[in-house]
Structure formats: C-alpha cells, structure tokens
C-alpha cells in the first residue's frame, strides 16, 4: 500500500514541480533573449553613431582605425562616395551575401524615405533605424545606414553587425535550456523520491507497530478470555464447582480490567488528547510519598529499597502530581521485577541544569544493550522475568509517554556491579 502511495506521490511531485521549474525556465529563457537582443541593439546603435561621426567630421578617415573598429565590435562598413563604392574602407567581401544585404539595406531605406543612391535635397545628417536584415539562408543581422552630405555631394554609410542571433544561435540557446530543464526535472523527481520516502517512512512504521500492538493485544486478551470461558463451561456442568472457578474468573477479569486501561491510556497519548493536571510539584516530597507506599505495600517480599535525597531542596517543577507518581510507580515495579528478592533498589534524586534528575537503580541481571533499544516499546518482554501474567509490556511505554508529555526524558545505563538504571530527567 505505502509503494503505491510513494509511487503516486513521487509522480505527482514530480510532475507539479517539473511543470513549474519549465514554465520559470522558460520565463527566463524569453527575459534573457529578449534583454540580450536590446542590449546588442543598443551598442550597435552606439558603434554606428561613432563611425558615422567620426565620418561627418573627417574628410579623411585612418584606415587602421575603421579596421580595429569593425574587428573588435565585430562589425561590416560599407562606404560610398556619391554613389560610388569605395574600396579602401570596404570590409564586406569578408561577409557571405553581403550584396543582397546592401540591396536590402537600400529598399529598407528608401521605404523610410532616406535614398542612399540619390543626393540628399538637405545640407543634414540622416540615418535609418536599425533593420534586423535576414539573408535567404535564415541568418539575420542588425544593420543600419545613414546618408551624410559633404561639400563634393554626399556619402552613404551602411553598418551591418554579426552578432545578431540568427536562428542557429537561437536553436543553441533553447537547446541548453531544454538540457537546464532536463537535469532539473531529473533532479526535482530524485528528490522527491528522497523526501517522499523519508516523510512515508514514519508512517511505515507506525503502521508496523500498529499490526504489532493489535496482535500483541489480541494474544495478551486471548488468555483471559480462555480462562474465563472454560471457567464458565466448568461451572455449567458442575455447578457446586463455582467457588474453585470463579477466584481464577475475577482474577482473569482484574487482568483483564488493567489492560484495557493501559491500552486506553495509550490510545490516549496517540490521539493527543491525554489531558494533564499541571500544577507545581514538590519533587522531593513525592518521592518520600512513593517511597513511603512502596515500604508499607511490598514490605512482605524482602526488597530492600533505599532513597537518598540531596541536602539542598529539589526545583519544583510544574506538572501532573498523579502522573509523575505513576511514572516512579512504574519505574519501582519494573525494578522488583527484574530484581532478586533481598537485593537492593535504590533511588537517587538531584538537580541539573534546567532538570531534576530521578534514578531508579536495580542490582538484577541488567539489560543488554539490544534490549535497551526496544523496552520502551508496546507489549515488549526482554526476558522471562517478564513473561509473568502481571505484566503486559505496557509500563514502561506508559512511563516514557508521560514523560514526553512533561517535556522530559528517560534513558536506561548500566549499574555498576550489574543491574540497569533507569534515568528520568524533568525540567523545572
């Protein structure tokens, strides 16, 4: 189901972000040719009102100079004096279809009513527009002419540039565009197969547990049930038979009773609508009280059970007194499961930076290191001292869900000389 979901999403992304990369791609490609085109008109125009002067106000004109000018802006000068080609300043035999240009060039300038071929009726400078000329072959240039009168009759100037993108230079431009956009999508659909896979993954697991906790609760709500039914079934047939039956009924029912609690608590927490009472909490004064029931209630099965406070008053934090009761409730019975009656259990309490540090010390067995990872998950038994019918795997879970709520956290050590610490920190 999820590689399905993955597949649609990737390929909704994918497709959502490569129409928007190409539609900005093209955007850009159209701004940038379009800029280009009116900053190489604009120089254009700028070199032909030099040349032109430089030809109004000189009768002769540095051959050198007019070559270093047409080289270096890449430029075609052509000149004629009343008329007549002049081969000294003519660069265009170097330009394939030059004539047609010139040709061009003069009708353009006549529909503009400037005569190149005619003397001007008026003693003033006249120059055409710029022209974007193209050849029959399909390559275009920017050219612009201009008639200039002298004492002797007149000379006609005509500049064509080379550098006018023509079609191939365009087909270039649009094929590294469409190459940007190609190495794009590319990357656009990587990516969000990437990020897709790392936002699914959660929810992989998530469900995973979910299977997990529904067939751990389903096995841990079985037995119950069995007992229960064949308890019935007993009694039926012999009904004078019901007190040896019924004890293990109401037990069944009381173990019964305490799962589903905790499973509500939990599908609580999932839902986010686990609700806490917070007030300020003397820390210190809880752990007495807890300490205090733990003595009274469990007096009978020879743990020795020791808390050791500092001489300084503990931070008061503000959170849920009966929860964080229940927390250190959980913690002390999860130690005397894992501990051999007449051993020691120890709690410390002490501040830290911005916490209150509780520890809950056992001197069992200990947990290994793969087992650290996975105590804190649903219906979780790391070992056989677990596997007994007053335990479901569900205490610990309990416990770290209602420290996130408070906004701590809990992680287990070693004991020294063996044994597992469980370490809560809670801020204050």
Same mark, same amino acid.
């Given at each position: 189901m999820f590689s399905k979901l993955k597949r649609r999403l990737v390929l909704l992304y994918g497709i959502t972000s490569s129409i928007i990369l190409s539609v900005i791609i093209i955007g850009v490609y159209i701004i940038n040719n379009r800029q280009s085109q009116e900053q190489n008109m604009v120089l254009f125009q700028k070199n032909v009102e030099q040349i032109v002067e430089k030809f109004r106000l000189e009768d002769v004109i540095n051959n050198t100079w007019l070559v270093r000018v047409q080289e270096d802006n890449r430029l075609f000068v052509y000149v004629e004096d009343n008329g007549i080609k002049l081969t000294k300043y003519n660069q265009m035999s170097n330009l394939p279809g030059s004539q047609e240009l010139i040709e061009k060039i003069k009708k353009l300038s006549i529909e503009d009513g400037i005569n190149l071929d005619r003397k001007p009726l008026y003693s003033t400078l006249r120059k055409t527009p710029v022209y974007n000329v193209s050849l029959s072959n399909g390559k275009a240039y920017y050219s612009m002419a201009a008639l200039i009168p002298k004492n002797a009759g007149w000379l006609n100037i005509m500049v064509i540039s080379c550098d006018n993108q023509g079609p191939g230079i365009l087909f270039k431009q649009m094929f590294l565009y469409v190459f940007i956009d190609f190495i794009g999508v590319a990357a656009l659909f990587l990516i969000s197969s990437l990020y897709i896979g790392k936002v699914i993954k959660p929810l992989e697991e998530g469900q995973k547990r979910q299977v997990a906790f529904v067939a751990a609760a389903s096995h841990e709500l079985r037995t119950p049930l069995t007992v229960i039914k064949a308890g019935i079934s007993s009694i039926r047939e012999d009904i004078s038979k019901s007190d040896n039956f019924l004890p293990h009924i /109401? @037990? @069944?029912?009381? #173990?019964?009773?305490?799962l589903i609690s905790d499973m509500l608590l939990l599908a609580s927490s999932d839902a986010k609508t686990w609700s806490l009472l917070k007030e300020p909490v003397e820390i210190d004064t809880l752990l007495i009280e807890t300490y205090d029931m733990f003595c009274t209630c469990y007096n009978n099965k020879n743990y020795q059970l020791t808390l050791d406070l500092p001489e300084e008053e503990l931070h008061v934090i503000h959170g849920d007194k009966e929860r964080i009761k229940q927390i250190f409730t959980i913690l002390i019975d999860n130690a005397m499961s894992h501990t051999t009656p007449g051993e020691n259990i120890d709690l410390h309490a002490y501040n830290q930076k911005n916490y209150v540090v509780v520890e809950v010390e056992d001197h069992g067995h200990g947990i290994c290191d793969e087992d650290k990872k996975q105590v804190f998950e649903r219906?979780? #038994?790391? =070992?056989?001292?677990?596997? =007994?019918?007053? %335990?479901?795997? $569900?205490? $610990?879970?309990?416990?770290?869900? +209602? &420290? /996130? $709520? %408070? @906004?701590?956290?809990?992680? &287990?050590? =070693?004991? *020294?000389?063996?044994?597992?610490?469980?370490? +809560? #920190?809670? *801020?204050?």
């Open positions: /109401e @037990e @069944e029912c009381n #173990r019964m009773t305490r219906f979780y #038994r790391g =070992d056989g001292s677990r596997n =007994d019918k007053k %335990h479901f795997g $569900l205490g $610990l879970s309990i416990a770290k869900e +209602l &420290i /996130e $709520l %408070h @906004e701590g956290s809990i992680f &287990i050590k =070693d004991t *020294p000389g063996g044994g597992a610490t469980f370490v +809560l #920190r809670l *801020p204050w």
